[in-house]
């Protein structure tokens, strides 16, 4: 069975660190392309970025670029979301999401149960 | 960057169908995917490639695009089909992985 599992919820003060991490399991964790996707308190869904965690290749939304940083580590089939100053405008849900294909068209196929951010003073 | 336009939401009766439309510039063109999300869950996939389903969904959710508008179709539908329903699609330019903003379906 395919799963993700997210790293539990955190609550922040501004300018904090933060790495929050999503497991993978029940599939082979380096061929399967894993995004990130922000939820912000009553809103909708919003793509941050996506990770390939057999070479690391990686790309962001330009939303998002310079403001978060993904990274993952194969031998134990996690990836990784990171903020280096944390804002209160980050306070958020985060879902990793496994990415499929058909056809040359891409969609998420599995999601993790999401994690959420607090960053308060 | 692509636009996709979601209705904020549909209400329907229980046992009847629901259609929950995502617009976008000649999104016929385009494969569109359906997720759905409850209160306080992850999203779920329910449509992928405009109308395929995943193992698990009910036949009860079809999908349909053409033109401007994809469709996702809810029939007889239940209590349990209350949630939030996202559009995407993949766009081949900086920003590719495009969401609608979403539609709250309620059940009367």
């Known amino acids: 069975e395919v799963q993700l599992v997210q790293s539990g919820a955190e609550v922040k003060k501004p300018g904090e660190s933060l790495k929050i991490s999503c497991k993978g399991s029940?599939?082979?964790?380096?061929?399967?392309?894993i995004g990130w996707v922000r939820q912000m308190p009553g809103k909708g869904l919003e793509w941050m970025g996506i990770?390939?965690?057999?070479?690391?290749?990686?790309r962001y939304s330009p939303s998002f670029q310079g403001q978060v940083t993904i990274s993952a580590d194969k031998s134990i089939s996690t990836a990784y979301l990171q903020w280096s100053s944390l804002k209160a405008s980050d306070t958020a849900m985060y879902f990793c999401?496994?990415?499929?294909?058909?056809?040359?068209?891409?969609?998420?196929?599995?999601w993790g149960q999401g994690t959420l951010v607090t960053v308060s003073s | 960057s692509y636009v996709l336009t979601q209705p904020p939401s549909v209400s329907v009766a229980p046992g009847k169908t629901a259609r929950i439309t995502c617009g976008g510039n000649?999104?016929?063109?385009?494969?569109v995917h359906w997720y759905q999300q409850k209160p306080g869950q992850a999203p779920i996939l329910v449509i992928y490639?405009?109308?395929d389903r995943p193992s698990g969904i009910p036949e009860r959710f079809s999908g349909s695009n053409s033109g401007n508008t994809a469709t996702l179709a809810i029939s007889r539908v239940e209590a349990g089909d209350e949630a939030d329903y996202y559009c995407?699609?993949?766009?081949?330019?900086?920003?590719?992985?495009?969401f609608g903003g979403g539609t709250k379906l309620t059940v009367l």
């Open positions: 999401a496994r990415r499929s294909s058909y056809e040359g068209e891409y969609y998420f196929d599995y």
């Open positions: 029940g599939y082979v964790f380096t061929t399967y392309w």
């Open positions: 990770i390939y965690p057999g070479d690391s290749d990686t």
């Open positions: 000649n999104i016929g063109s385009k494969s």
């Open positions: 490639y405009d109308s």
């Open positions: 995407q699609v993949w766009d081949s330019s900086s920003d590719p992985w495009v």
